[in-house]
């Protein structure tokens, strides 16, 4: 069941990278010429990927450990949730500090 709820989360996380790195070819007709548009929507992309990939790893680390952890832990279903959350937050930030850097031509 908690291996279930992991592999929703990172889905879920997939699917909202996925629609914020298609929505990179637009963007990046702010720029001044095709050839950097077009290198900085692929770093841009590469690195939605690196996010994307890590935050899973996270997510399926954190889903695997449970059963372990909740042995003789009464703690554990909120510790569990408390780093859902957490990676949660860390890979919204990292979405937007990316998705900022793209736009401002960072």
Do not use: H, W
Request: proline share 4%; aromatic share 8%.
């Amino acid at each position: 069941m908690n291996k279930k709820i992991g592999k929703i989360i990172a889905v879920s996380t997939l699917a909202l990278a996925i629609t914020s790195t298609c929505t990179a070819a637009p963007m990046a007709l702010g720029f001044g010429s095709k050839l950097a548009a077009k290198s900085a929507a692929k770093d841009y992309a590469q690195n939605i990927e690196d996010l994307v990939e890590a935050t899973g790893d996270a997510y399926e680390e954190n889903a695997e450990s449970y059963p372990d952890n909740a042995k003789n832990n009464p703690n554990a279903p909120f510790e569990y949730v408390d780093t859902s959350v957490e990676l949660g937050n860390n890979f919204l930030s990292g979405i937007f500090g990316l998705t900022r850097n793209y736009v401002n031509g960072k």
